[in-house]
Nanobody, 122 residues
Framework: VQLQASGGGLVQAGGSLRLSCAASGRTFDAVMGWFRQAPGKEREFVAAITWNGGNTHYADSVKGRFTISRDNAKNTVYLQLNSLKPEDTAVYFC?????????????????WGQGTQVTVSS
C-alpha cells in the first residue's frame, strides 16, 4: 500500500482547504485516518472513517470544522478543512489502519503517506 497526500498550502485564518489522499493497493475495506504534526509537537489524531463511510470520528479540536470522506471507486480519502485557525498549522498525514474499527492511536495504523503542509496565517 502506498499513500500520497496532497492539497496543502498557505491560507488565511477562516479559510478552507481540501486535502486528498490517493492510495494504491488495497484500502477499500480499511479504516483510513488523518493525523497532523505541528513543529515541536507530537503527531496527533485528526479524523478517521470506516471503509464504507458509515462511521467517522474527529478530534475535539476539529469537530464541526473538518469533514472526512472517501471515494472507494477512486481509492481516495479526503479531509475538508473549514474555518481554519493558526493552530491548525501542521503537516497533515493520511494513514491506513490495521483494524476495521476506528482507533485514534498512531500504532493502530500501519501505512502512512508522506504528509502535506498546511499553514494558516493570522
Amino acid at each position: 500500500v502506498q499513500l500520497q497526500a496532497s492539497g496543502g498550502g498557505l491560507v488565511q485564518a477562516g479559510g478552507s482547504l481540501r486535502l486528498s489522499c490517493a492510495a494504491s493497493g488495497r484500502t477499500f475495506d480499511a479504516v483510513m485516518g488523518w493525523f497532523r504534526q505541528a513543529p515541536g509537537k507530537e503527531r496527533e489524531f485528526v479524523a478517521a472513517i470506516t471503509w464504507n463511510g458509515g462511521n467517522t470520528h474527529y478530534a475535539d479540536s476539529v469537530k464541526g470544522r473538518f469533514t472526512i470522506s472517501r471515494d472507494n471507486a477512486k481509492n481516495t480519502v479526503y479531509l475538508q478543512l473549514n474555518s481554519l485557525k493558526p493552530e491548525d498549522t501542521a503537516v497533515y498525514f493520511c494513514a491506513k489502519s490495521r483494524y476495521s474499527l476506528i482507533y485514534t492511536e498512531l500504532n493502530a495504523y500501519d501505512y502512512w503517506g508522506q504528509g502535506t503542509q498546511v499553514t494558516v496565517s493570522s
